[in-house]
Nanobody, 125 residues
Framework: QVQLVESGGGAVQAGDSLRLSCAASARTFGNMRAGWFRQAPGKEREFVAAIWGNADATYYKSSVRGRFTISRDSAKNTVYLQMNTLKPEDTAVYYC??????????????????WGQGTQVTVSS
């Protein structure tokens, strides 16, 4: 079992930056695929970014590519989401997720087995 704890959310102005962190309880987390998802009120949970265990491969939702960067520090069992040039439409609860399964669909929530409790990000204009 892997426990994930997100932190770093908050309320910011449009154009500001935030860095979210996802700390994992298991050392095997470093070998897992990790992803960030978000869910705005009244909307379905949507994929934001993913990173594979070797940290060489990353994958982004098109609307955040170039603004957001996913990274990991295996020594700290932590995955990060650096969010720059935030927009009001980025407002959501952000969730960290992880899985050790192989997948060809890293953007699908069903491809992740472990989830954090979420952290709120609010961007005002």
């Amino acid at each position: 079992q892997v426990q994930l704890v997100e932190s770093g959310g908050g309320a910011v102005q449009a154009g500001d930056s935030l860095r979210l962190s996802c700390a994992a309880s298991a050392r095997t987390f470093g070998n897992m695929r990790a992803g960030w998802f978000r869910q705005a009120p009244g909307k379905e949970r949507e994929f934001v970014a993913a990173i594979w265990g070797n940290a060489d491969a990353t994958y982004y939702k098109s609307s955040v590519r170039g603004r957001f960067t996913i990274s990991r520090d295996s020594a700290k069992n932590t995955v990060y989401l650096q969010m720059n040039t935030l927009k009001p439409e980025d407002t959501a609860v952000y969730y960290c997720a992880a899985s050790s399964r192989f997948t060809s669909v890293p953007a699908a929530p069903s491809e992740y087995d472990y989830w954090g409790q979420g952290t709120q990000v609010t961007v005002s204009s």
